[in-house]
């Protein structure tokens, strides 16, 4: 068994992955190591197995993700979760949408080199893809921005019923307040706070799931930028997470 196959298989072996998925995991875990344009600081494979991949997986928990089919992950950076996600759901379309050209062009050399026949890069911004509003089941995003802000770029994408996930470390009561205020301006609401330990050392995880139940007023999405700007909520968060 290669190294990265066996180092997969003994880390996420809770999961109960396919071995055809561990092999694609492992290729991952290959592509980060030798490329040296990938967008992040975790390369190394027996790191990148608990920061990337358990930590992108550890959403399987949920049965909002388990079930999707039509996923968006946002502000992809190098492809978690989006990348794993799609490992993991070879029947779901996962779109991760991506703003920086190198930052995609990365993203497509590591679906290609795993083999990942339902993965789609879009290089926009979450407000500018026009061509996904209304269409996702489920929104993901990790290490991007506060949750108010990430409600607001995930509302117009998503169809009524659908879910937005959010990777946050502590909890941060002002930005769950924030986060609950924007909401209600976007036909979202909160649904649930799931607390994860994808790996040692992450013990302060947190899932966000916000749902949609309500049209998004078509006011929005505001221009690109505005929801950084003047986020909604009266607080005005800033993220804690650094990717």
Request: one cysteine or more; a positive charge; hydrophobic letters at 45%.
């Amino acid at each position: 068994m290669k190294p990265n196959i066996e180092l997969v298989s003994r880390h996420l072996e809770r999961l109960r992955l396919p071995d055809a998925a561990v092999a694609r995991l492992s290729v991952l875990l290959d592509t980060l190591r030798d490329d040296p344009h990938a967008p992040t600081t975790v390369r190394e494979p027996a790191q990148a197995v608990d920061v990337h991949l358990a930590d992108s997986l550890v959403a399987l928990q949920l049965p909002e993700v388990r079930s999707a089919t039509r996923i968006a992950d946002l502000g992809a950076g190098a492809g978690f979760p989006g990348l794993p996600l799609a490992v993991a759901l070879p029947a779901a379309e996962v779109v991760l949408v991506e703003s920086i050209a190198r930052k995609c062009a990365f993203i497509r050399a590591a679906a290609d080199a795993a083999g990942l026949s339902n993965v789609e890069v879009v290089a926009d911004r979450a407000e500018s893809w026009s061509a996904g509003r209304g269409t996702r089941d489920l929104v993901t995003a990790r290490a991007l921005a506060p949750l108010a802000v990430l409600a607001e770029y995930a509302a117009p994408l998503l169809r009524e019923g659908g879910a937005l996930v959010a990777w946050k470390g502590r909890r941060d009561a002002q930005e769950e307040r924030d986060a609950a205020a924007a909401a209600g301006l976007l036909g979202l609401a909160v649904d649930r706070v799931v607390p994860v330990h994808p790996y040692a050392g992450a013990e302060h995880r947190h899932l966000h799931l916000l749902r949609k139940v309500a049209p998004t007023p078509d006011r929005f999405p505001r221009r690109p930028g505005m929801a950084r700007k003047r986020p909604l909520g009266a607080g005005g968060t800033r993220d804690r997470d650094a990717r």
